[in-house]
């Protein structure tokens, strides 16, 4: 739902960073208010995934310069976990193995940190329990994934529907979905997507990334942008995505270099868009 008067929830502006000296963000700029749905597209090594992490707050990128807020004030002041309790979430593309920690007091644990930041009463086991088996029924999983380690011996499609699970109990503002589509069958994806729009609410926002238009039949995004070289090239509606699948990413080639020479006959640096 497309909210002009919504309040914002993350503002990104001439976002930079790099990582390990090599530049990869080059000036992002993107508004987000609670009740949208954005999906960010593009080729490998665009700046998709970089983008995710230096919102999360990943310590191996360095912010070189811009700015991010959120719900108006510096996220880029806060530690990965402090953006997390505040409501900020990251679902991983390649969600990672925890060997001996349960996965039911790991969701407990992170669910009652959001809770007491939000200044609510933490649940005790009994009934943190009684939450989360109502909430596995939005990813359709089985509870005995709860007494194993978190995503030990799961399969893709496992992994990703725990990670949905985690979305529905940290209630965040603002989810940030990492190519969770990746390595999805069809009926992974549809439980996936389905559990997206179920958690999607006029107070939250998604952000959406992605290679494949496949995801965004099942999870209708208000805007669509499309990067490249470390910006965001172009913005539209979902009609944009529909125009992805049918042309491919062969404009952006053409794009690029049209920004380029603008940039060389002005002496702005090339793409200057966002």
């Known amino acids: 739902m497309i909210c002009p008067d919504a309040p914002v929830l993350l503002e990104i502006r001439d976002l930079q960073a790099a990582v390990d000296d090599q530049p990869i963000l080059k000036g992002v700029n993107l508004t987000i208010r609670a009740g949208e749905i954005h999906a960010v597209m593009g080729r490998n090594g665009s700046g998709k995934s970089t983008l995710s992490k230096v919102l999360a707050g990943h310590p191996a990128y360095t912010v070189t310069g811009g700015s991010v807020h959120y719900r108006g004030n510096d996220l880029l002041d806060l530690a990965p976990e402090q953006r997390a309790r505040i409501g900020l979430f990251l679902g991983f593309q390649y969600p990672v193995e925890i060997p001996g920690v349960s996965n039911l007091e790991f969701l407990r644990v992170a669910t009652n940190a959001r809770r007491s930041e939000g200044g609510l009463e933490e649940l005790d086991t009994f009934a943190f329990e009684d939450l989360v088996r109502e909430r596995l029924e939005v990813v359709k999983m089985d509870p005995a994934f709860l007494e ?15 990670e949905i699970l985690q979305m529905a109990l940290l209630e965040p503002l603002v989810a940030i ?98």
């Open 148 to 162: 194993r380690s978190v995503n030990e011996g799961f399969s893709g499609g496992e992994k990703k529907r725990n």
């Open 177 to 274: 979905l990492d190519e969770t589509d990746s390595g999805l069958d069809i009926d992974a994806l549809r439980i996936v997507a389905g559990g997206v729009n179920q958690l999607a609410s006029p107070e939250n926002a998604t952000l959406l990334i992605t290679h494949y238009q496949r995801l965004l039949d099942l999870i209708t995004p208000d805007y669509v942008h499309v990067m490249a070289a470390g910006r965001i090239l172009r913005s539209g509606g979902r009609e944009l995505a529909l125009e992805l699948e049918r042309t491919g990413y062969d404009w952006v080639d053409q794009e690029l270099e049209r920004f380029a020479a603008e940039g060389q006959q002005t002496g702005r640096a090339p793409l200057e868009v966002g």
